[in-house]
């Protein structure tokens, strides 16, 4: 080792001793954080549901009426069965479920299940995006359900209210978060249909 | 970003890998150092040799340099010259005493010429190679040091990769570490071939240099010379 390389090693001490004052000068401690571990739940996967068999109905409804023909002294003291509930309280047994506020009902065109719960993960994520929600935070319960198509390329067409909420300017945003959307994915290759029906339920709670 | 908290926390690879980085790059800069002063000694000693030689051109003064003609290069190349000179001289002075043919001499005086231009070459190569000295070290920095940054890179990869298999998770605070240990290596042997290649190409440009300012002067010494030969003949 001659004294070239000693000086070499004061000039790496010098350039070590410039970057570590300078580090020192610049460093933040990071405060150390517990870590937890957590994994993901599964996302809400919404119900596909077919398409409601009207004749079936009609069939339960004629057995109701029969039943009512042969007994119709007990019909006074029947319980008047809990009919519908009030819209505000299913509205807030969803909302106490943690579900979104945006509710998809998938109808395809056949009849035939949905069963791309990602493609409707995307449907709600692009229309929830558009949604300005007037009445977010206040304490008031509305409910509308909108109702439109997708064909094969994505396209939304066929918009209308299905179901009113009573406010108007809450049934305007709605509508106005689908139609603003105007389109979405292609429908999945292995989706058979040519379109796909969708009633989308608001829901504005606190 | 403080390199001793990175290297503290560092694997046990990868700090052998930085500790030999180090010593490459103070080794490389000594080598710089050193080479620097040489080459500024030389210089400024030829520079001093040619101021003198170009005031004595003739070949009877050149013996009277002195000491400039052992403490540079160009000095010891025409030491070398002269003294073969010398014995040529001796032998050729003998041989036209003996022979009166002078005329059919001057081929055999042109072959021993040669020796001259030979023995000036040989100096020359000598002083060339010591010119050269630890510039094939430098080389090798300047190839090794990516490779042993590429080695802690793929390394701390690796142990990333473990500590995923072993805990059975890909979260930052596990796969960080390896990574960090990997990525800072990378940088130590960049940081170590980069300044080792520039002194590596400098030293070789100049060696280049001046190898070829020697043998324009070795071409100089060695027609000066086989003229005062020939001269002998005459």
Known sequence: MN?????????HIVIFAAIFISGRAHFKPIPKLDVYKVSLAPLPQPKVTAPEEIPEEKEEIVQEEKQEEKAPPKKEEKKPQPAKKPVEEKAKEVVKKGLPDIKPKIYTGSGRG???SYYLNILLNKIGKNWHNPFRDQNVVLRSIVYFEVDKNGTIYSVRLEDDSGNDIYNETTMRAVVATKSLP????EFADDYLKVHLEFLTAK | MNIFRIFIESSIAAQIIMIILV???????GIFLKKMFDFGGVKRRTKRFMSN???HKDTKEWGNFGFQLTDNPYGRILASGLEEYKKLKVKVSARLMNQQESKKERGFINELADNVRMAMERTKIEETAQLETSLPTLSTFVSVSPFLGLLGTVWGIMEAFLEIRARGSAHITIVAPGISDALITTVYGLLVAIPALIFYNIFRSRVNSYSGDLEKFI???YANLRKELLTLSQ
């Not at chain 1, 004294?3 to 000039?11: A, D, M, N, Q, T």
Request: charged share 10%; no cysteine; aromatic share 28%.
């Open chain 1, 3 to 11: 004294r070239f390389h000693i000086l070499s090693v004061v000039l």
């Open chain 1, 114 to 116: 949905f069963t791309y």
């Open chain 1, 186 to 189: 292609p429908l999945p290759d």
């Open chain 2, 23 to 29: 010593i490459f790059s103070i080794w490389s800069w």
């Open chain 2, 53 to 55: 030689y170009n005031f």
């Open chain 2, 219 to 221: 071409n100089e010494i």
